[in-house]
């Protein structure tokens, strides 16, 4: 065990760098290595794997919200440490408030999933967390983007959350009242049924997972619009609540960044200090803020 002493300061300086105090040995740390989408290459896993062996306990465990963190890291070894992952082109962080590492779901390659997850999370990431450093909010600021609405990473327990979305468009004049609808044989939350011969799928239960997609073999259900639910205000932790979907859904990735930015921006500037988003939304009024992220 190395011999010196740490002061609470040094403790502070280094958690806003992404080292997390080992409670069992105050000298060492835990290092939080970001990997932007949850995604890295085997060549970025076994120079995580090294460096822990070099500077670390030899251990590597995963967070809940897909960084990795370097186990056991004497403090006296935290700068080489950061050394050799930038050298690597990897860095650590991740902590303070701030725009949190953002965290996605595999709906990229995952059967049921809408969007490219990955893309867009990584967009998020260079943009938001490596783009908006800088800035410090009133507390942190997560954000989270699920393929589909399986809703696997819990977007709407996340200060914004992307959801993908695949909408339905019916022609009612198409539908010939079969008596196995494929349609609605294939909605997974039996919200899609037959009316006096016709389909229905009604609007407000519908989740648009778009499960029913290419089903009907006449053309009743063949139009998609693909896009983008955004949630706003949810968290999950000492206080719980559910983000709410806004009323639109986007239909670029563009619009879902720029509204992603209004709404870190929006937390930065009417954000009251220590208040997580959910309190700012709440306080402000959800139609309010919805209006300013869209203007
Ligand atoms: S949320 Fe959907 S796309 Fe993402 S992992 Fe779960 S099932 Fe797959
Ligand atoms: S939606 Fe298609 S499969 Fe279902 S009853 Fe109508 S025509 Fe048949
Ligand atoms: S989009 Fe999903 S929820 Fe909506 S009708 Fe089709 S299968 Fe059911």
Redesign the pocket.
Known sequence: MAEYSITAEDVKRVKGMGFLQDKRQPTHFNARVITKNGKITAEQFRVIADASEKYGSGEVAMTVRLTVEIQGVPYDQIEPLCQYLAEHGLSTGGTGKKVRPVVSCKGTTCQYGLIDTYALSEKIHVRFYEGMHGVTLPHKFKIAVGGCPNNCVKPDLNDVGVIGQ???TVYLDRCRGCKKCQ?VL????K??FLEGGKIQ?PAEE???????FGKCPFGA?TDYQNGYKIYLGGRWGKRVAQGRAMSKIFTSEEEVLQVIERAICLFRDEGIEGERFSDTVARLGFEAVEQKLTQ
């Not at 519908?206 to 029913?212: A, F, K, T």
């Open positions: 695949r909408i339905p349609v294939s909605c997974p939350i919200t899609a799928i519908c989740n648009h997972c778009g499960r029913c259900v």
